[in-house]
């Protein structure tokens, strides 16, 4: 690992299996990550992730978006909201429900959910905040909570070469788009779905004979090695964030083995799985 790699503190958020959490607990625990997970969050109890982090003696906890997606939203209710309703609600680019109430409330029950969310996490002062498989939207609250001094701290894992198929079904999109190739996305988080500065990607080909089942086996494999390798990037200050000259934010890779790396993932993503 390169100089001035320092051992970051990782906060992960998983809504399900948690593979990609399982995988960057092996890889810390090898001693091939320069991270820890600190703690693991889910919005679901039964996740299944939420085992993995107990199995690894990492602290777990839920959050129940369910029960808040319910609460009743009264004065006083949102009279405790953490920030201004209508401010977040002009910032945030993912809610598209033109009846304004109701996207509000949708918004302020997930403020609530966030609130809560973020209490946990500041508590174990995690350097980055990893989306694994979180299904649920993140809000400019969240974001500008851990963005901040022009740092960006949340990242995610995409299933998918963005721009194409953004949302929660990127192999499935692929696959039944009839695409040639799939890929895996790993970026930082802005207030858009799945639009924020990109960290490294990786494609993979979908054979003739790929089932769904096939392409995303080939895929999760690709996600263990591009999320650990983007983390030990960040780790190592070698990831530089730049303007371009559309205005937006881009991020270059300034580690001198980028092009054995890009090739390395080349060959896992050809070979049989
Ligand atoms: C992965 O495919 C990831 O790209 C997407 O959600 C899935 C999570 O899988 N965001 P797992 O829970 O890590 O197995």
């Not at 777990?60 to 808040?68: G, N």
């Not at 894992?157 to 190739?181: C, N, R, V």
């Not at 559309?246 to 980028?258: E, K, L, N, Q, S």
């Amino acid at each position: 690992m390169a100089e001035k790699t320092r051992n970051l503190r990782l906060g992960v958020l998983i809504s399900g299996g948690g593979t990609n959490l399982q995988a960057l607990i092996d890889r810390s625990l090898a001693g091939d990550l320069a991270a820890e997970v600190v703690v693991v969050a889910s919005d679901h109890k039964d996740a299944y992730g939420l085992v993995r982090a107990r199995n690894a003696s990492i602290p777990s906890h839920v959050v129940d978006y369910a029960a808040k997606s319910k609460q009743d939203l009264t004065e006083s209710t949102l009279s405790r909201l953490p920030t201004d309703l209508v401010a977040i609600d002009r910032r945030q680019r993912i809610l598209k429900n033109p009846d304004v109430q109701a996207r509000r409330e949708r918004l302020a029950r997930l403020l609530l959910a966030e609130q809560e969310l973020i209490e946990i996490l500041d508590a174990y002062k995690p350097d980055y905040i990893c989306l694994a498989g979180f299904m649920r939207l993140v809000t400019p609250y969240f974001l500008s909570h851990f963005n901040q001094n022009g740092q960006w701290r949340v990242l995610n894992i995409h299933p998918a070469l963005l721009p194409s198929f953004p949302g929660q079904h990127g192999y499935e999109d692929t696959f039944h788009y009839g695409g040639k190739w799939g890929g895996i996305t790993v970026h930082f988080v802005d207030e858009g779905e799945d639009t924020g500065p990109i960290i490294a990607q990786a494609p993979f080909p979908v054979w003739p004979t790929d089932t769904l089942e096939g392409v995303r086996e080939r895929g999760l494999k690709l996600e263990y090695e591009l999320y650990a390798q983007c983390i030990n990037w960040l780790a190592a200050e070698q990831v530089r964030l730049i303007s371009t000259e559309t205005g937006r934010t881009t991020a270059v890779i300034t580690d001198p083995f980028y092009p054995d790396i890009l090739a390395r993932w080349m060959e896992m993503a050809l070979a049989p799985v």
